[in-house]
């Protein structure tokens, strides 16, 4: 088996080869820099790093290696880099700490423990890898209900899990279709309320006069009509999530009184004189520029900074990465089981048509389209005309793996080599590759130094 891999980054020679000596066991690679600690983090890609904090070019203060601490954690986030501190720096071990190190030691170090602590981040590093990878074979659902493989999806979806356990209000901003409700639903379903109410209500789809009532409730005779005591969406939500939809639709006047919700957690009914305190977690969505209605005063800033603690940015269909194929393939499979339709398939042409199409209504008028053709089509084939789609005039990316891999090696080349003005070595460092490999990829993609 291959031995597991120890990045050890040390400015002092002499301590270098200790501690390569020391973790003999490992497969132990060295660097002396901060340039050359990240080139060997992206050649080898170590699960852990012991990392000396004073660096070259200045090895009496601590700046190059914090630098080096953040840019390999920015660079590869699961590494474990563990630090080596000078002794009793403690600012250094508590900023280095804040910024991600996975231990401190202080110099002289203790090389028993050193070697527990690196075991045991390795150990950490291959559980969060393997849950990685697990996500990874089942990609189509990253969260339940949520259908994907788009790497920007996943990174959401992530996001998701991390935000839903917290009290955090959460703006997630979309446009139209994109799934906005899908994912607030998911942040209540992994939150700590799931077992209570789930309640949304759409701003722009209710009529304003009728929108505080419907938020805020009403005491019996509050207006005409109003017969008896009725409790608002946002008491109904009680103890649960409230899910605000279109909030850049809400009128100024209601911004305010939601403001005051906001702040203190406490609802006026209309015509009612009592606050009553409702717990809620509030999620809002909007498919509005805020920022651009906050400039033009069409939307409090003050409401703004209060909804957006945590912003989430659902990306439209056409940017994710093959996700129109997937979830038209996903949404008919569900609609041919629900309309108790035969196995239909799509033709080719329907599948380049469908991943052609840049989707203005996103995953709402994907799916629409997909009922559509499955309960019209007349035999087991779906094709363009039957999506109602145009036909591509060009043809969708190319997905012959030999091509595509060599068009993006051929890309990361250029850049590379271009970042550093031609110097074969500096690019090598870049891409995480030998020299030699270098000169080898330029031969054969043809490109001269
Ligand atoms: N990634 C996805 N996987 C599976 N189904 C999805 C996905 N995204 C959206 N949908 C489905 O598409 C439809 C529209 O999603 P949703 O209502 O969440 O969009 P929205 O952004 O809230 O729309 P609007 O802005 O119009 O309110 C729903 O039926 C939803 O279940």
Redesign the pocket.
Known sequence: MAKRKLLVVEGDAELRRALRLHFEHLEVVVADSRETALAQVRRHEPPAVLLDLCLPPEPEVTVEGLAALRQILSEAPDTKVVVLAPGRDHASALEAIGSGAYDVHHKPCDLALLSLVVERAAVLYALQQEHRRTQQLAPDSPLA????RDAA?LKLCRDVERVAPTAATVMLL?E???????VARALHRMSGRADARFVAI?CAAIPGDLLESELFGHEKGAFTGAGQQTLGKIEMASGGTFFL?EVGDMALALQAKLLRFVQERVIERVGGRAEIAVDVRIVC?T?QDLKALVARGAFREDLYYRLSEIVLAIPALRERVGDCAL?AH?FRNLWSARTGRVPMRFTDEAVAAIEAYRWPGN??EL?NCIKRAVIMADGPLIGASDLGLPLPGQPGPDVNLRRARAAAEYQAMVCALARADGNIARAAELMGVSRPTVYDLMHYHGIRG
């Open positions: 209900g949520i259908v994907s999806m979309g139209s279709g994109s799934g906005k409700e899908l759409n939809d969505a498919h979830l996903h995953v709402r799916e």
